[in-house]
């Protein structure tokens, strides 16, 4: 009786240990079913049904009851989306679209900014709050951004209805890229589930690959990292200058490797059962602008902001301060997107200042494109503009934010440099690996996945054990949560 309990407990959802990629418990279960997912991938209704119920299984595991709230949400747009394509009136057609982004938006504010509002609201009045009890549902911006493009893209005519609400809910809730991305894209995904793809032996090596490269990034080095990166945001000003600026430099390292790991894992993930997600990052601080950053960074959300917020605003057609103000526009959307505080506005609202003077400079820069140096100042501006701009995304408060940023400036000391390699060595050498894999070019890595899926088994087999044991040698107490969890 005790074993059945324990499966039941290990099944049902736990509030403190909510199902992630990287824990022992989703591996398990996902051995459990690529067997089952085998049997059923030939017959297409079968398939649909087995991946919908994963995927809901998974979403329960990470985020409870609120797998009721995707059902309803995926049942009510796909009504709305079947009346929209036989709508021919614009008007109406019109309606129906607000109706559905306007029921998502709400969904969304609830969940993510009531308390925000109603605590802003409170300070203009000086009132008494009391923040409301909710529990933001896991990944709840990933799957109303998708909702919304797919609504749009009706109108639009790029994209027909799904037959059956089944194959609209496998659209939302596929579990790889369920609760933190990529956000996918439905004339990008769901001619893949009516033409299912068998994947072939190279792609489930390339998917394997994939997944090793993820867990690396995440489960090992972004983990590790972060255990030195919290002591400096947990307690801004106990740590000189120089201990600020390595945690600062840190925690631009560890949500790169967090989040790139993450979507690493979901696109190795689903192209192991025959199905593509797009590149969510392309080495991002290779970059020497921020217009490039914004091209090689979340890239699903980015080109979602661009089509479905920046060009609807008009775009660059409107004129060159118009083109400023949709871009600043933009940003502060994206940056509200991340998270319901001011310090996310900011955040956004300062890549969006930093893309406008960009484009702005732009005739003039152009014409040392060719430049070592100019290529050098450009690339050193941008990373230390980007890893400023992250201490207002990971610090506590705004408070916070200004006093490590202050802290770095005013308590520096190279005095300390020769203390912190000697206590921080391993956590230099991850920080050395990450920032080194930037500076190889991509044929290098191509290269290295070919070698990959055309090695033995034993030695695909000896590498899996390798990073397994590397996790487990440098592993907290506790499996880390991904960062974009929370959004």
Not at 25 to 54: C, D, E, S
Not at 194 to 203: G, I, K, L, Q, V
Not at 248 to 265: A, E, H, K, N, R
């Amino acid at each position: 009786m005790s074993l059945i309990q324990n499966i039941l407990h290990l099944l049902s959802y736990q509030p403190d240990s909510p199902m992630l990629f990287s824990s022992g418990l989703f591996w398990g279960l996902f051995l459990v079913f690529l067997p089952l997912y085998a049997l059923v991938r030939n017959r297409h209704w079968q398939m649909v049904i087995f991946i919908v119920l994963f995927s809901l299984f998974f979403y329960y595991k990470s985020s409870g009851w609120f797998f009721l709230l995707l059902i309803f949400t995926s049942l009510v747009d796909w009504l709305l989306s079947r009346r929209l394509a036989k709508t021919v009136a614009p008007a109406k057609r019109k309606m129906i679209v607000a109706l559905s982004v306007l029921l998502s938006l709400s969904v969304l504010g609830y969940f993510k900014y009531a308390n925000f509002f109603l605590w802003n609201w409170n300070q203009m009045v000086q009132g008494n709050f009391q923040p409301l009890d909710i529990i933001l549902p896991v990944g709840i911006s990933f799957y109303t951004f998708q909702s919304i493009s797919y609504i749009v893209d009706v109108y639009r005519g790029s994209v027909r209805p799904t037959e059956t609400w089944l194959e609209y809910l496998f659209f939302l809730s596929f579990f790889p890229a369920l609760v933190a991305g990529p956000i996918v894209r439905a004339d990008y995904f769901i001619p893949q589930i009516r033409e299912h793809h068998r994947a072939s032996n190279a792609e489930i090596f390339a998917g394997f690959w994939m997944i090793v490269l993820g867990v690396v990034k995440k489960a090992l080095i972004a983990d590790y990292i972060s255990q030195y990166n919290d002591l400096i945001f947990d307690n801004p000003t106990g740590y000189s200058g120089f201990e600020s600026l390595m945690g600062v430099i840190g925690y631009t390292m560890q949500i790169y490797c967090d989040f790139s790991g993450y979507s690493d894992m979901a696109i190795g993930l689903a192209l192991i059962m025959g199905f593509r997600l797009t590149p969510n990052f392309d080495f991002p601080y290779k970059s020497k602008s921020l217009t490039e950053f914004w091209r090689r960074w979340h890239i699903s959300l980015s080109s979602w902001l661009r089509d479905y917020v920046y060009i609807p605003l008009g775009g660059n057609r409107k004129g060159t301060i118009r083109t400023y103000v949709n871009n600043f526009l933009t940003m502060l959307i994206g940056g509200l997107w991340h998270g319901a505080a001011w310090k996310f506005i900011f955040w956004g609202a300062m890549h969006g200042v930093g893309l406008a003077v960009n484009k702005a400079c732009r005739p003039v820069t152009k014409r040392f494109d060719n430049k070592w140096w100019f290529s050098a100042l450009a690339w050193t501006i941008t990373i230390v503009y980007v890893s400023l701009l992250w201490v207002f995304f990971r610090a506590e408060s705004w408070m916070d934010s200004w006093l490590i940023i202050k802290n770095i400036f005013t308590n520096f000391s190279p005095a300390h440099i020769l203390p912190f390699i000697k206590v921080r060595y391993v956590w230099l050498i991850m920080m050395a690996v990450i920032i080194g894999s930037h500076a190889l070019p991509r044929s290098f890595y191509d290269k290295l996945e070919r070698w990959f899926i055309n090695s033995w088994w034993i030695v695909k087999l000896a590498i899996f054990i390798v990073v397994v044991q590397l996790v487990i040698e440098f592993a907290s107490e506790d499996v880390a949560p991904f960062i974009y969890f929370q959004f």
